[in-house]
Nanobody, 126 residues
């Protein structure tokens, strides 16, 4: 069993930066993937980035490519999402999630993930 706790959300002006953290308790195996999702009011939950725990292989949605960076610290069992050049349209609740099976196709869907954090609000003002 894996439990995930996000932190780092908040209110920031457009153009600003935030770093989200996702602390995991329980064993994260090298074959696992950590994903970052977001959900804005009235919209579906979408994947913005993923990282393979062992190889650091990553995926980014086009909407965040070049602005967001996903990383992980295996020793600390923690994943990170660095968000730069934030835009008002990035406003959403952000979730981290872990899946036990490798990603086959992108973007991955929420149903493919086994464990979820509680979410953290990110608000970008214009």
């Amino acid at each position: 069993q894996v439990q995930l706790v996000e932190s780092g959300g908040g209110l920031v002006q457009a153009g600003g930066s935030l770093r989200l953290s996702c602390a995991a308790s329980g064993r994260i195996f090298s074959s696992y993937d950590m994903g970052w999702f977001r959900q804005a009011p009235g919209k579906e939950r979408e994947c913005v980035a993923t990282i393979r725990w062992s190889s650091s292989s990553t995926y980014y949605a086009d909407s965040v490519k070049g602005r967001f960076t996903v990383s992980r610290d295996s020793a600390q069992n923690t994943g990170y999402l660095q968000m730069n050049s934030l835009k008002p349209e990035d406003t959403a609740v952000y979730f981290c999630a872990v899946r036990r099976t490798p990603i086959i196709r992108v973007p991955p869907t929420p149903r493919e993930y086994d464990y979820w954090g509680q979410g953290t609000q990110v608000t970008v003002s214009s």
